[in-house]
């Protein structure tokens, strides 16, 4: 558990209210390398299946968008 909090102490939720989080890490000649998805666990399941599509697609290197209808708009509809 230290070793692991040593490693990734940039990689921890900034706010304890959020649905979910994605980090990861990103090497210009490879691409994103690693990722890493936080989820509350206070969300009802079908919510936290919509949010983890949402995380995936993050670490799968997508960002928001402004389309209300979509996966990736920010908030949770």
Known sequence: FDEH???YTNAKSPNSSLAGY???TYNSMSGITNAT???NVNLATSNAQ???RHEFSHALGLSHTSNVN???FA???
Request: hydrophobic share 50%; proline share 0%.
């Open 5 to 7: 909090n040593a490693k």
């Open 22 to 24: 994605t980090t990861y």
């Open 37 to 39: 998805i936080w989820l």
């Open 50 to 52: 919509y949010i983890l």
């Open 70 to 72: 979509s996966i990736m």
């Open 75 to 77: 908030t949770a509809n």
